[in-house]
């Protein structure tokens, strides 16, 4: 399945911001997706990701501030920022894969195009 990821801009800090994934070519709903961020000089991260049974995990940072859905008839998953810092500037992907939910770009073997997210102070 193909991915794109749209929604991101300029937000000011303490602000919202909800991310969306849109898929296409297979079959969506019988993937997990993953969100991962990467910042201006750093390692691509893993944010959080949800699983076909629409279980969610997150990384330690994200947790409480990020929140990750899918509306499967849509074939669109979503990241909801909250209370958006400065650190949270960054590039922002979704990716999929068969099975348990990906937590390291290695998981997977193709990327869409991002969408950047610009958190001002």
């Known amino acids: 399945v193909q991915l794109q990821a749209s929604g991101g801009g300029l937000v000011q800090a303490g602000g919202s911001l909800t991310l969306a994934c849109v898929g296409s070519?297979?079959?969506?709903?019988?993937?997990?997706i993953s969100w991962f961020r990467r910042a201006p000089g750093k390692e691509r991260e893993f944010d959080g990701g949800i699983s076909f049974r629409s279980g969610t995990y997150y990384k330690d940072f994200a947790k409480g501030r990020f929140t990750v859905s899918r509306d499967d008839p849509k074939n669109t998953a979503y990241l909801q920022i909250h209370s958006l810092k400065p650190e949270d500037t960054a590039v922002y992907t979704c990716a999929a894969r068969m099975g348990s939910i990906g937590t390291v770009p290695q998981d997977f073997n193709s990327w869409g195009q991002g969408t950047l997210v610009t958190v001002s102070s």
């Open positions: 070519g297979g079959s969506f709903s019988d993937h997990s």
